[in-house]
């Protein structure tokens, strides 16, 4: 396992759309193993290939409370199968706008389909800090930031910060 480099904004690779996984094999897994241990080590909750570099529709996420307790779940190929209309906001961050939080409004609750670890198709229910974290990290696979929910004005602000924040 290693770490990885986390890209932040405003890298170009963070907007690209990533590309459907082929084959759920080995190497996929060691670059989800990899993740993980960056998204620990960030720390963070969930992570998308993306922020890695590499433009793959893979997300890893933990929302267990502390190390003693972790719950790592992988999510391949993810789609949104159902969305509430109901919606809820949250204080978002992300670990590619470093520093900085904002309210985002989303779908209380989705119903998801994605392929495992071990490249098994898996239907769940996801609600709470659960269905965000998803939406959020589904954004990714977009090329789309929890910034890209804000108005232009405070997007270009949090870029200004994060700039700030990596030039020193
Ligand atoms: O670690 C993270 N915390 C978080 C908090 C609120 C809403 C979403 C997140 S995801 C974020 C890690 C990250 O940037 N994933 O893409
Ligand atoms: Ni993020």
Not at 32 to 38: A, G, P, R, V
Not at 103 to 119: I, Q, S
């Amino acid at each position: 396992m290693a770490l990885r480099e986390i890209l932040v904004v405003p890298h170009p690779v963070l907007k690209q759309v990533s590309k459907p996984v082929e084959a759920v094999d080995d190497d996929l897994r060691a670059l989800m193993d990899d993740m993980l241990e960056t998204m620990y080590a960030a720390p963070g909750i969930g992570l998308a290939a993306v922020q890695v570099g590499v433009p793959k529709r893979v997300i890893v996420m933990d929302l267990g409370r502390d190390e003693d307790d972790r719950q790592p779940r992988y999510y391949i190929n993810p789609e949104i199968v159902w969305a509430s209309d109901e919606t809820a906001p949250y204080e978002e961050g992300c670990l590619s706008v470093p520093e900085y939080f904002d309210e985002v409004e989303r779908p209380a609750k989705v119903k998801l389909r994605y392929l495992d670890y071990h490249g098994k198709a898996v239907e769940e229910d996801a609600e709470g800090l659960f269905a965000v974290c998803i939406q959020h990290e589904m954004d990714h696979l977009e090329g789309v930031l929890f910034i890209d929910h804000l108005s232009r004005l405070k997007r270009e602000q949090a870029i200004k910060k994060v700039k700030k924040l990596t030039a020193a």
